[in-house]
């Protein structure tokens, strides 16, 4: 066989090819397709209920402040007081008296409301300085 020939046939054979496709894609150009949608089924969500229901979470015991709690804390280390029926901490404040530490000293350990309200009764500034110091109320 004669290679032109050949070269020629695989050309008329390209050209006629490319005549269909073109005429195929001019009668089906308003049609368009598309892919059919498969929707995957989808796992069962399956619960099971706890076999051991979590304990509940322990409630703090209130702070009790007795009197006997309150005498433990009688120096400048750590100076409580009851004042009105409250427990303070005035560790704090000891070296910041105005009065000096030997006032404060006195009532640590101790029910300090008569000394408070001799010196101060009614004094809104000491007031507002025992508000920040209130540890909480005394238990009888």
């Known amino acids: 066989q004669n290679p032109s020939s050949t070269t020629e046939i695989e050309v008329e054979d390209l050209e006629s ?9 001019s009668e089906n150009e308003d049609i368009v397709v598309t892919p059919p949608v498969v929707a995957k089924p989808m796992k069962p969500i399956v619960t099971t209920p706890s076999k051991s ?4 979470a322990p409630v703090p015991k209130p702070v009790e402040y007795t009197e006997a709690k309150v005498a433990t804390h ?4 750590s100076c409580w007081t009851i004042i009105n029926g409250n427990v303070y901490d005035l560790t704090s404040f000891v070296s910041r008296h105005p009065g000096g530490e030997r006032n404060i000293l006195k009532i640590c350990g101790t029910d300090g409301t008569e000394a408070f309200m001799s010196q101060h009764g009614g004094d809104a ?3 507002n300085i ?3 110091l209130l540890l909480g109320p005394l238990t009888p």
């Not at 090819?17 to 894609?25: C, P, R, T, Y």
């Not at 229901?53 to 509940?56: G, L, R, S, V």
């Not at 009688?74 to 280390?77: G, I, K, L, P, T």
């Open 130 to 132: 025992l508000v920040s």
């Open 125 to 127: 500034r000491p007031e």
């Open 17 to 25: 090819e490319n005549d269909l496709s073109k005429e195929a894609e």
């Open 53 to 56: 229901t979590p304990a509940p």
């Open 74 to 77: 009688n120096d400048a280390e």
